[in-house]
């Protein structure tokens, strides 16, 4: 305590010629005298009053720190390469200053953009699950129906099955029966048209036992064959020109052909 009175005291006396009422006051109020020592450097370097009271609470390093921009701006304030630098430096520190807070931005729109995605994220997986849940359950629902109806086709077909296999043979033997009494008419009228043509003609005709012969009970020919020279000799064509036209190996249309020529030269004549 009373080394810091001494030293107060030394540096009143020192402080003496450049201090005024306020930096008296400043310096009895100051009770560390490393202090009062630094207000008395700034002194010396030509600090005014107003600049030293701006130090008032102060800690050392921070009136280091004012002390040196002080000087840089005593002796260096009408350099104009300082005077950029010091420009240089403060957008510097503005650009800093401002990517900081771009930064900050970026990254606060950035934090909620992400904490939207995740919300809507798990909003879309919620919709996402009700709906399996409502398909799923759609689909129960549709198999239900297939089985009640496969059911219901099997019980349908169950009951109709004797009464439809009833009906389809009741049909079949409606089908033979009229195929049997069908075949029997057509046999009959074949055979009883055939008769009377063939009994039309055997008196009519010279030589029908031998058309008979030579032609219907040829196994060789066939029935539509048999047919057409039972109707050349109908028109009145004799055994000759029959002859004449006629061969096995001849097809019906080929011998109308060879019947047509014959005719042709006939009425030419």
Not at 44 to 63: F, H, K, R, S
Not at 117 to 144: A, G, H, P
Request: charged share 35%; hydrophobic share 35%; aromatic share 6%.
């Amino acid at each position: 305590m009373a080394d810091n009175q001494i030293n107060m005291i030394n540096l009143n006396e020192i402080f003496q010629d450049v201090k005024t009422d306020q930096i008296r006051q400043l310096l009895n109020e100051t009770k560390d005298s490393k202090t009062c020592m630094w207000y008395l450097m700034c002194a010396l370097d030509g600090m005014n009053d107003n600049e030293l009271l701006q130090l008032a609470g102060y800690t050392i390093p921070q009136i280091k720190e004012a002390r040196s921009e002080y000087l840089k701006t005593k002796y260096c304030g009408n350099n104009t390469m300082f005077a950029e630098v010091q420009n240089l430096k403060n957008e510097v520190k503005e650009i800093a200053y401002e990517s900081k807070a771009v930064r900050s931005s970026i990254e606060a729109e950035l934090e909620h953009a992400i904490k939207n995605l995740i919300d809507s994220k798990d909003e879309m997986i919620k919709l996402l699950k009700y709906q399996k849940v409502d398909l799923q359950r759609q689909i129960e629902q549709m198999k239900s129906k297939v089985i009640q109806l496969e059911n219901q086709k099997k019980e349908a077909s169950s009951d109709e099955k004797p009464v439809e296999e009833s009906r389809v043979e009741n049909r079949k033997k409606e089908t033979n029966m009229n195929d049997i009494i069908t075949e029997k008419i057509q046999t009959e009228e074949a055979r009883t048209g055939l008769a009377k043509r063939m009994q039309r003609y055997f008196f009519a005709v010279p030589d029908t036992r031998k058309f008979i012969e030579t032609y219907l009970n040829n196994e060789n020919l066939s029935a539509d064959q048999k047919e057409y020279l039972l109707s050349c000799l109908e028109t009145g064509m004799s055994m000759k020109e029959i002859e004449n036209i006629f061969s096995e190996k001849l097809s019906v249309d080929q011998m109308k052909r060879l019947n047509a020529i014959v005719q042709n030269r006939r009425n030419k004549k």
